[in-house]
């Protein structure tokens, strides 16, 4: 990324700010000027508990695979193989996730994600069910990620996704951790600003879901003199 911009295939866009960052890429909000898009950056750092052949390719298929169930997703616009980025159709709005934590949640968009399924199911696919991945908008759910996997009965809406759709105890269990490592985060910003010594400790923590994972600092505190 230079000065804030981005190009696709010699198109300029400018990036208006991170969407979040998945175990395959960075999203990123941009603009040409007139409309607003998702542009997606193929990242390769390691993740441990994922295997990756062609980042780019197998993001490609799965969109094409997605495509032809007729699922609702985002438009993929355009590809730039060089620089291993996607360019695809913005979808405004809050995500499912938001809808449960905020007490906005509607049962039709389970009825929607049940919708989904009986187009999936046949296909012998399952998705990323986490809520995170979904956007209502204009009266439809939009699945926001291309990712998807062979079906499994143990991964499927029913037996797990369903599970962070409301505020279940798994919903609420999720929700207390993702405090609990945002207050971490938080403190070890302010150890590293206030204590002048070394970091002694860097991890990566992983929740359940792939848009939310983040850094760890353990800062070594100075022991005091006797």
Known sequence: MEDNRMTINGNEY?????????KGGYSYLVTDGHSRYVLKQIHHE???????G?????ELNDYETLRKTGITMPKLLAVDEEK????????QGDTVYELVKTDRMEARWIEKMQ????????????IDYFPTNFIPYDGELYYIDYECNAYMQEWDFEHWGIKYWSKTKEFLEYEKKMFQNSEIRTDAAASEANVKDKIV??????????????VVRGVKEEETQQ
């Open 201 to 214: 400790t860097l991890s990566t923590c992983t929740s359940a879901s792939d848009n939310h994972r983040f």
């Open 14 to 22: 400018e990036v208006v700010r991170l969407l979040g960052k998945g």
């Open 46 to 52: 390691p993740c441990e508990y994922y295997t990756f």
């Open 115 to 126: 919708g989904m399924c009986k187009l999936l199911y046949p296909a012998n696919l399952n």
């Open 84 to 91: 291993e980025r996607l360019l695809k159709e913005y979808i």
């Open 54 to 58: 062609d980042k780019l390719k197998s």
